[in-house]
């Protein structure tokens, strides 16, 4: 489990690829693992944000956007 203090940890935890991104089925995958599910709704909205705020569009989230969640 991650260090829920640790917000790099953390999502080196969620990117279980190593590429840099976690992806949707990533984010799902480590909620999931946490005891939490997150339902198709909660996916399109948590990275729909990460996207308008950096405006890539990608439907990733790098280390950069979630530290900014993070510290939301």
């Given at each position: 489990m991650p260090d829920l203090d640790d917000p790099t940890a953390t999502f080196?935890?969620?990117?279980?690829?190593g590429d840099g991104y976690i992806t949707r089925e990533e984010f799902a995958l480590a909620m999931n693992a946490l005891g939490e599910e997150v339902t198709a709704a909660e996916l399109d909205s948590i990275f729909h944000a990460s996207d308008q705020r950096d405006g890539d569009a990608d439907a990733r989230i790098s280390l950069a956007e979630f530290l900014?969640?993070?510290n939301k």
């Open positions: 080196q935890k969620f990117d279980s690829d900014v969640a993070w």
